[in-house]
């Protein structure tokens, strides 16, 4: 099942699609779950529930289709910051050391940061350049993890449980703000640098997280090319490592790490600009492009 976020006559609410067909149902109306947003269908486990008893999309509904409605990001507001794994692919370790990038030795364990998301931007909105302060704005593919319930101490066979879907997540960085600051928190985290999206692939429709193809285009031209397979730390592996220390709540999202490929690793580098239209794909989720404002 697709889970989307949308607007329409000023009013937010969550509709699902389901696997040939491009009708889309509210959620509320077509399955009698009454949630305000995405985030409490996330952590209801009731609600989840529910919405998993559902096989095939619902007799007597009109859908919508996403011409009817505005599209919003899947979680508009996340839960606490957006928690990321840097260099999570070694293609890419090797490229941002070749760049010089600060903090990337990599010396057997993973790279964990957090992304402040004030709100996130949605398939087809404008991203900020930030032009007043930065002057190297990179991309970044990523695979999107949603925790479905609250995470602690879990073991790697059991990981897969505690997901809720998957999205696709562009994390967004201004390059030079991470060099003159030594760390990535500020670079990573300027507004309207975290586009998510188009939707929420429930899990059992995605399956296996490891296997699937991504990549992104800028202007029309293949940057990044990869497989989730080649991640360093898999999906059940950073759930087992985090969760060791770190209460996991429902509703986190976790951005898994992008490939080689970015702007950063170029020679030169072909930093995005005003205008630039970037387009990232997951296969089994879709894409999700934005263009670049002034």
């Known amino acids: 099942m697709r889970l989307y976020t949308v607007e329409k006559d000023g009013k937010r609410f969550v509709v699902a699609g389901f696997a040939g067909s491009d009708g889309l149902w509210p959620v509320e109306e077509a399955f009698g779950i009454s949630c305000r947003d995405m985030l409490e269908l996330v952590t209801s486990p009731s609600k989840q529930q529910k919405l998993a008893c559902t096989d095939c999309k619902p007799a007597g509904n009109a859908p919508l289709s996403l011409a009817d409605v505005k599209l919003c990001a899947p979680i508009p507001n996340p839960v606490g910051d957006v928690m990321c794994l840097g260099v999570n692919y070694y293609a890419h370790l090797v490229e941002s050391n070749k760049a010089g990038h600060v903090g990337l030795e990599q010396k057997g364990h993973t790279v964990y940061f957090s992304k402040r998301v004030n709100e996130a931007v949605p398939h087809g909105g404008v991203i900020p350049s930030h032009r007043d302060i930065c002057d190297r704005l990179d991309y970044e593919v990523e695979l999107g ?23 696709i997540i562009n994390d967004i960085s201004a390059r030079n ?20 999206g188009p939707c929420i692939v429930t899990k059992d429709e995605f399956g296996d997280p490891s296997g699937h193809a991504l990549c992104s285009v800028i202007n029309g031209e293949l940057r990044q090319n990869s497989n989730t397979e080649l991640m360093m730390k898999d999906v059940p592996g950073l759930i087992e490592e985090l969760s060791a220390g770190i209460t996991l709540k429902a509703g986190t999202v976790i951005a898994t790490g992008t490939p080689a490929g970015v702007a950063m690793g170029m020679n030169p580098p072909k930093w995005l600009q005003p205008g630039d239209t970037v387009e990232c794909k997951i296969e089994g989720i879709g894409s999700l492009i934005n263009t670049i404002g002034e």
Request: glycine share 10%; hydrophobic share 35%; net charge negative.
């Open 145 to 167: 993890v949603v925790i479905g319930k609250d995470a602690r101490n879990v073991k790697r066979e059991d990981a897969l449980d505690y997901v809720f879907g998957y999205t």
């Open 177 to 196: 703000i991470q060099e003159e600051h030594k760390q990535w928190y500020f670079g990573k985290s300027l507004d309207g640098t975290c586009p998510m």
